[in-house]
Each structure stands twice: as C-alpha cells, then as structure tokens.
C-alpha cells in the first residue's frame, strides 16, 4: 500500500523551466486523465506561446500560482492553486509525473492538473473522459473538431486533413475504444490482454506526425501519455508491412 500525503512541490522537485522540448517530461500517473495528459503533451510541443499564457502572476516564493481557463460561456476564469501536490512514500508525485530522465522537473504542468481538477471540482471529477477534446475548450475556448467514424472517411482524405493540421501545428489528440469482451471457460466475460499492436484499449494518444507511406500503409506516429521507455515490450509492437512483421523502434512513441 502506497501512503500518500501533500508535499510542497519545489522540496522535491528543481522548478527550473525550461521553454523547449517540455513535452516528453509530463507523464500521467496514476490518475486516468490521459485525455488531459495528451492534450497538454500537444499543447507543450506544438504551441509553447499559448501554454505558457495559459499562467497569470505566478510566485514561486510563496507557492502561488494562476492558470486561465474558459467556462462554457466562453469566459476567462482565473484559478489559483499553492504549490502542494500529492506524492507517495517515496516522495514522487502521484498524480502527473515526469520523465525519470528528465533532469529538471516541469513544475508548472503537475500545477496545470491540480487546477483542472479544482475547476471541475476535484481529481475524482477529472478522472477518464468520454470527450477527449473538453481540454481544448477549457483551455482555449474553442471547440474541437471530432472524428469519430473513420470508416466512413476516405483514407487517402483523412490522412491528408491529418497532415495538414500536424503541419499548421494543431494539437491533435486520438483515442482507442474499451477492449473488446470475450469469455472464459466459465462463461465469465474477461477483457483481452495487452493488445499485439503495443496500442492499448480505452487510451488517449498525442497526434505527433504524419510519416511516409510504406507498403501503401498511411504511418502516423501517436505519443504515449504515460512517457515510459518500452523497450522491454518490444516484441509485443510489431508492425505488418505486407512481408515479415518488422519492429517498430519504440521510446515514448509508437
């Protein structure tokens, strides 16, 4: 059993922010906000000058900080949240996380989460989401556009629209359904394992790039919110070309 508790952010972590690069160090823990997570991810690596607007007065002295939001009338609200987060026995945060690599921590972006969550009331309120595009109105004001039936899309169409916006550097975000059921030899239903894919079930995913054709395949590179190093799970992340299953080279992306 992991004993949690509020500590105060900057006695474990180094607040030092660096303006670049800052999306591979925010990971979701063990919250289920992946929705959010991709969403910042997104917002961190395609449009840095609207995240960091996305702060008021900021005193790190003190432990205040503000962060703007928008409610469903399209108006600015200001919330304001001190510098304590929620980590576990070994001190690391419980919620939001980084990149055990990551020499500097993202302070502010662990904050951005805890004041998500006091917009919607609390963590238990922001917990899995059915629209992962509600960050994109709480955080800009506009609405985002949803594709929810690709079949009903045009490959060669779809891909280009994809494209297009990763070139204008849009933050997309996309999501797997829940698994899929089956039964055990009691007649008990039971969810599938993990995928052979290496895409996991009812996840969100950061829209990174769109790559070159192979084989006639479309490739989109996704980013993991969880930011783990999967090496380990190579062989499970294979991917069909047409010949022999060649691996996908895995770190953080898939």
Known sequence: DKKLKWEKISSILQLKEEKSNLSHKLNQNSLGDCYLISFLRGLMEFQKERYWKLFGACFPEIGYYEIYFFNEKKENVLIYVDDYIIVDNQLKPYFASLDEKSKF????????????????????????????????????????????????????????????????????????????????????EIEFPFPISGIYYNHAYTVWKGLEKKKDIDIIEINNPWGCNIEDDMENFKLNLGEKNKKIEVNHTI
């Open 105 to 188: 921590g993202v302070g502010r972006s662990i904050l951005i989460e805890k004041a998500y969550a006091k917009l919607n009331g609390s963590y238990f309120n922001i917990n899995g989401s059915y629209q992962i595009g509600d960050p994109l109105f709480y955080f800009t004001g506009f609405k985002s556009l949803n594709i929810y039936n690709l079949n009903s899309y045009n490959n060669e169409d779809l891909y280009a629209t994809i494209k297009e916006h990763i070139k204008a550097k849009d933050v997309i975000t996309t999501s797997t359904p829940s698994a899929p059921k089956k039964k055990d030899e009691n007649g008990n």
